[in-house]
């Protein structure tokens, strides 16, 4: 017996992990190991003998016990230590910079436009972009059999089957905000209406979605006069110089007279400058609201009148910013977006500069 607790308590004291540990538990103590044997042997012998060898033989277990648990707990002890050791962290060291976002050309673009119009009291109203052909279409004076409606590349929804109602569109254009205002508001009314469009085309200046400015202005008195004035006060404002602008004779179904407007612009190598030289280059469709849209929008044309506007915002950010391919604009390139995007703390305003 004595050789027995030698034997284990050296090895316990010795045991380098729990695996041998529990190797030396079975060996010792477990249902077959040399400990339980022994006492296996207790039945064979005289009561003298076991009454002697018993509890000898019971106290050796405890001890082999006691020293395995506590071998165990020093082990778990040293691997905490040791873990411990090697997985210090340092919370002085600085830490990992990440890059920061930057602002879309065209967010950046749609900020600034709104600065110089809010300056001019223009209000911003904003419309759904799934449109009824009513406001897309009827209501500006386009009905069902006019070219324009075929012109436009429209994205129809798909109606379910049996239901004959006309379906549903991506909206064009942002006019139809024109409508949904006068219908909220009544006149008088100074708003621009930004926001995403829709038209079935792609190429290197147009994309399935892009974006517009609408403005319209309703009063007892607004002319063509004024409008012009707004026009070239933006284009300035925009541009940071002055802007010539020629406006052109031209028809939309939801304005009359309608112009087309050009901004003064050279081209040298390829690349455009606004401003200067004798180029001229089409940057917006406007003119007098149609009597008929003012009706649409419940709003009475022997009363108001006044001027509308759609400028292509994508353009314009082109145009300022000297970027050359529109589809890049939504192609999501971090490359793209770290070179033309702007610093998220660039807020344009009028007296802050509008951009960098
Ligand atoms: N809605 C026209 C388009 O998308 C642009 C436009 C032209 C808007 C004349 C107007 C306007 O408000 O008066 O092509």
């Known amino acids: ?34 400990v339980s044997l022994k006492m296996r042997e207790l039945g064979k012998m005289t009561p003298e003998e076991r009454q002697v060898a018993g509890p000898a033989l019971n106290a050796l277990k405890d001890e082999i016990n006691s020293a395995l648990a506590a071998k165990k707990a020093a082990l778990a002890d040293a691997a905490l230590d040791a873990r411990l050791k090697t997985e210090w962290l340092d919370v002085t060291l600085p830490g990992r910079g990440r890059r920061q976002g930057t602002i879309h050309p065209v967010s950046q673009v749609m ?3 709104t600065a110089i119009f809010a300056d001019m009291g223009f209000a911003v109203a904003e419309g759904p972009q799934i449109e009824t052909d009513w406001y897309n ?34 909206r064009t254009h942002t006019s139809p905000v024109q409508i949904r205002t006068m219908e909220k508001t009544g006149a008088p009314i100074r708003i621009i ?10 190429d290197q200046t147009h994309t399935p979605m892009f974006h517009q400015v609408e403005g319209l202005a309703l009063g007892k008195d607004i002319s063509m006069a004024n409008l012009k004035w707004v026009l070239e006060e933006f284009f300035s404002a925009f541009f940071g110089t002055h802007v010539e602008t020629r406006f052109r004779a031209s028809h939309f179904p939801f304005t009359e007279p309608s112009a087309e407007v050009d901004i003064q612009c050279s081209w040298q190598d390829g690349t455009v400058k606004v401003g200067e030289g004798d180029d001229w280059l089409e940057v917006l469709g406007s003119g007098m609201v149609h009597p008929k849209v003012l009706e649409a929008g419940g709003i009475d044309p022997n009363e108001y009148q006044g001027f509308a506007f759609g400028i292509g915002i994508d353009r314009l950010a082109m145009l300022k910013y000297g970027i050359p391919d529109l589809r890049a604009f939504f192609d999501s390139d ?10 998220s703390l660039d807020q344009p305003t009028l007296h802050g500069g509008l951009s960098r």
């Open 137 to 170: 279409f009827d209501a500006l004076n386009i009905p069902g059999h006019h070219p324009a409606r075929a012109e436009m590349d429209t994205f129809y929804t798909h109606r379910a089957e049996g239901d004959d109602r006309p379906p549903h569109v991506l």
């Open 1 to 34: 017996m004595e050789e027995l607790r030698k034997k284990y308590i050296e090895a316990i004291s010795d045991a380098a992990d729990e695996a041998s540990l529990e190797d030396l538990r079975v060996q010792a103590v477990g249902k077959k190991g040399e």
């Open 334 to 343: 971090l490359r793209w977006l770290r070179h033309y995007g702007f610093a």
């Open 111 to 113: 900020e600034e436009v």
């Open 193 to 202: 209406c930004p926001g995403r469009v829709y038209r079935a085309d792609y």
